[in-house]
Structures are given as C-alpha cells and as structure tokens.
C-alpha cells in the first residue's frame, strides 16, 4: 500500500540505487517498495541476475503498488475480485463454523463454505447491508493466504516455461519470459508486504471493534496512520533495517516432485497467523502513545513498525527463490520448442 542505504549497498546492485527513492514510509506505496527492494537485497548471487538489472529492479519496485492502483479503479468487477485479495480476517473464521485446520488451499471452494457458514450461523454472522455491497464482496472475510500461493504458482510457472525457452526458444521468448517473471515478483510482493501488516488479518483493522476491555483506539483514522503517517512522521528509514537483512532461504527442505508441489499455501498461512498475534502489541503501542509521532515516543514503535516490514521483504524472498528452486523446466512446453526446432517433424 504504500529507500537510504548504507550497508545495504553490499546487497544491492548500484544500478538498483540508482533508482532509489531517498526516504520510505511503510505500508503506502513507500513502504511496499521497501519490501520488494528487501526481497532484492536478500537474494543470492547464483539467483538469475536479470531480476537485478536497473530496469528490472526499478519495475520490481513500482510494481509493488500495482495492486493498490488496481483498488483506485471505478470498475465494479475489478474492485470486486482485488479487495478481498488484500486481507484475510481470521476472527471471523469461528462464526461461519471454519477454522485454520479446515480451511481449503483452492479459493473457490473456500468460498463456497464460507457462504455455507453464513447460511447455517445466520444468528453468529453479521447481516450485509446491500446499500453498502456494490461490489459484492462485503460479505468475504478476505482472500490474502490464497493470493500468495497462487502467485507463488505463476511465479513458478514463469521460471519453468523460462527454462524451456532457454534450452529451445528464440531470444525474444527468453527476454519475453524474464519480463513476464518481473512482473509476477513485483506483483506478489504487494501480497507479502501486506500480510507483514498486522491490520490487514483482523477485523480490528481500521480501530478496534466490538467488546473492548483494553481500551484500545477506535477511530477509523488508525489504518492509514499505521500504513504510512507514522512512518513519515517518524522518518523510518531502509537503511536502519540494512544490516538486518539475512540471506533469502527456501521454504523447504526438499524440492517437491512437480506433481505434487509443496503446500505453499499454509506456509503464507502460518505467516498471517504469525502476524495476526502482532495486533494487540501494536493498538498497545498506540494505547502508550509510542505511535503518536510525537518527538522522543517514536523508537520503539518505529522498531516495530520497521520490523514488520523486514519480515515481509524476508518472506518475499524466501518465496521468490523457492519457485526459482522448485521449478523444472516446462516438458510440454520443451517438447513442443523441440518439434519445432526439427521442422515439426517429432523425432
């Protein structure tokens, strides 16, 4: 939603800082090119160095807030299937009689229980006001874990057809595929960045909701100042999450058979929930007033608030390099590159 370096320079090409912006405020578009460039930064040398040119790592940055200039659009159709891909409430799993232990990778039949849910518990799930739904999606709790994977998969897919048409493919195929793989990196990382933000896994997204013992803030002016007016005001910086910056890792141990690829899905899963336990830390913080933005109250939510962020960027990367490593090339593809290369003869 919404980059200084210093010993980030060892991690990142010159030419990415060429094209760096100088300071970053986090989870507006700033701050979402700061996961991406996090993401670059933690890769490794042996990792395609295409991703790594200047206009690649530049695209990869302004793609990071591709999704949110999607959630700009008037269209009803596309605001219906972009907003839900943002967030995902995991308190209102419980009231449609859905949990973490049953919730379905593909997001179509999720879709269908959560309506199931909603027809049994009518009493347990909030009326949606049709005024209020033009969209149509109101009555969703959200689509986060599902856009991860399934852009984990087109990522996937891109290096697999990538390495096809290295072994077989013109050179327009190739710089075709590398550009296609740009734009999926930079797209997804939207989605990782923005489960790195607490308030995009909770009902209590934009002030607290409901019962309220703690007292929490509930002003609906919370979200935005999380997303970047504290940041701004704080001067959060790329620079002091530098040298914190570990080495993109995969996800797994092992690499999947291709007919049965790792579970992804939970992974992005088990991050969210991960995240979601961050809530109530970060309205305490704002109950203490370490969010005010107010001079000499700011370092602790500013930790916090950077750290968030380098957990996005780390998890980017570490899906970025597991569908790099988890890819075998396309064979359908590679058989057909073949045939044409012998003269549609087959051999």
Request: glycine share 8%.
């Amino acid at each position: 939603m919404k980059a200084c370096f210093r010993s980030i320079v060892s991690l990142l090409p010159a030419a990415v800082l060429a094209v760096a912006p100088l300071s970053s405020a986090a989870w507006d578009y700033e701050g979402h090119r700061m996961v991406n460039q996090i993401a670059l930064a933690s890769l490794p040398k042996d990792f395609p160095a295409f991703v790594r040119e200047p206009a690649a790592a530049e695209r990869i940055a302004f793609l990071s807030g591709e999704a949110d200039r999607w959630r700009n659009s008037p269209d009803a159709a596309l605001r219906h299937v972009n907003e839900p891909d943002h967030f995902f409430d995991l308190e209102d799993l419980q009231p449609h009689g859905l949990s973490l232990t049953n919730l379905n990778p593909f997001r179509h039949v999720f879709t269908v229980a959560l309506a199931e849910g909603r027809k049994a518990n009518p009493s347990a799930v909030p009326a949606v006001s049709e005024a209020r739904n033009q969209n149509q999606n109101r009555q969703l709790i959200g689509f986060l874990p599902w856009s991860i994977a399934e852009n984990y998969a087109k990522l996937k897919s891109g290096f697999s057809y990538l390495k096809a048409f290295e072994e077989n493919g013109t050179p327009d195929e190739i710089e075709n595929a590398k550009q296609n793989i740009v734009y999926i990196m930079g797209v997804m990382g939207h989605y990782a960045g923005d489960a790195a933000q607490p308030l995009h896994t909770t009902r209590h997204y934009n002030g607290w909701v409901g019962a309220n013992p703690s007292g929490y803030a509930t002003n609906t002016t919370f979200h935005s100042w999380i997303d970047g007016g504290f940041n701004i005001r704080s001067g959060l910086q790329l620079e002091e999450l530098s040298g914190k910056v570990r080495p993109a890792k995969a996800l797994f141990d092992t690499i999947a058979p291709p007919n049965r690829p790792h579970d992804v899905f939970s992974v992005a899963v088990g991050f969210i929930v991960a995240q979601h336990a961050m809530v109530e830390p970060l309205y305490q913080l704002e109950k203490e007033r370490k969010l005010s933005g107010e001079t000499g109250t700011e370092a602790e939510g500013k930790a916090f608030m950077g750290g968030q962020l380098l957990k996005g960027g780390q998890f980017l990367g570490d899906l970025w390099i597991t569908a790099w490593k988890e890819a075998t090339p396309d064979t359908f593809l590679k058989a057909q590159l073949i045939k044409r290369k012998l003269g549609g003869k087959g051999r």
